[in-house]
């Protein structure tokens, strides 16, 4: 089994910045792609970005997907941070070297941390 784990979420102003870490743990032989999705109050969870050996994908340029595979850690900056970003902050990962936007297509996920953008 995998575990994953989420850190650095909090409270921000409008503007600011956050960076996201997770930490992958167990059998993680294997895994490719890993990405972030976020979901707000009364909404569906949403792809933010991901990451993997083939590239990159994210839905915007002020976030900012990193990945270190000898820790097993994958982060997300966040910069300019907007009221819109307030969400529950997912990690999820894949045994697969695909990126994908869509949450179904993930294995693997975290219990979330908490962003709250305040305007």
């Known amino acids: 089994q995998v575990q994953l784990v989420e850190s650095g979420g909090g409270l921000v102003q409008a503007g600011g910045s956050l960076r996201l870490s997770c930490v992958a743990s167990?059998?993680?032989?294997?895994?490719?792609?890993m990405g972030w999705f976020r979901q707000a109050p009364g909404k569906e969870r949403e792809f933010v970005a991901a990451?993997?050996?083939l590239g990159a994908d994210s839905v915007k340029a002020r976030l900012i997907i990193s990945r270190d595979r000898t820790r097993n850690t994958v982060d997300l900056q966040m910069s300019s941070l907007e009221p819109e970003d307030t969400a529950v902050y997912y990690c999820?990962?894949?045994?697969?070297?695909?990126?994908?936007?869509?949450?179904?297509?993930?294995?693997?996920w975290g219990q979330g941390t908490q962003v709250t953008v305040s305007s």
């Open positions: 999820a990962a894949r045994r697969t070297n695909v990126i994908s936007r869509r949450p179904s297509e993930y294995e693997y």
């Open positions: 167990g059998r993680t032989f294997g895994l490719f792609a």
């Open positions: 990451i993997s050996s």
